[in-house]
């Protein structure tokens, strides 16, 4: 187990790295670039929005025990305000690692403000993400659409389904 543990940790050091923030800034454009592209309607939504935390690429890896991380920022009004990482564990039977974007809208001032006064925002506790699918013609459904917190997981080749938020632990970095 501990060969196990060893093995998970060395792979996570390899793959993640504490990024600068232009190249975070760098990632996030073209991020937000490949989810223009995957989802309009999600486009539209983001141009709505209150704030988006984009995290371009979050490296999920197991071995029976398991865990993600990846750092993001904060947009408003299309400006990066602050920087963010997403980490979380889990146990259980899987073997691999795969990446990942997302994208978490925030659909007004109250729950932005919120998230931005927390000491670490852990999804699904301190506020609830509905994950937004792809119907007929690329329209999201329109209760998901309603939410306040509202989010989005993606790779190159679209839109990414039976994944979830839930338990992953957001938290500000000093970049």
């Known amino acids: 187990m501990r060969t196990l543990i060893a093995s998970l940790l060395v792979l996570f ?33 983001s141009e709505k929005s209150a704030g988006m935390l984009v995290f371009p690429s979050v490296i999920k890896a197991g071995m029976g025990v398991g865990g993600e991380f990846g750092e993001g920022a904060l947009l408003v009004k299309g400006k990066t305000v602050a920087y963010y990482n997403v980490a979380s564990a889990s146990i259980g039977f899987q ?17 932005l403000g919120e998230f931005r006064k927390s000491k670490g925002w852990k999804a699904g506790v301190d506020g609830s993400v509905a994950l937004a699918t792809l119907g007929a013609a690329g329209s999201i459904d329109s209760e998901t659409a309603k939410q306040p917190i509202i989010g989005f997981i993606f790779s190159n080749k679209g839109l990414m389904y039976n994944l979830t938020f839930e338990g992953s632990k957001i938290t500000h970095i000093e970049k």
């Open 13 to 45: 050091s390899i793959t993640v790295s504490a990024a600068s923030k232009e190249e975070i800034d760098a990632e996030v454009r073209q991020a937000m670039s490949n989810f223009k592209m995957q989802t309009s309607a999600g486009h539209e939504l």
């Open 95 to 111: 073997l691999g690692a795969q990446a990942r974007s997302q994208v978490v809208l925030f659909m007004n001032e109250k729950v």
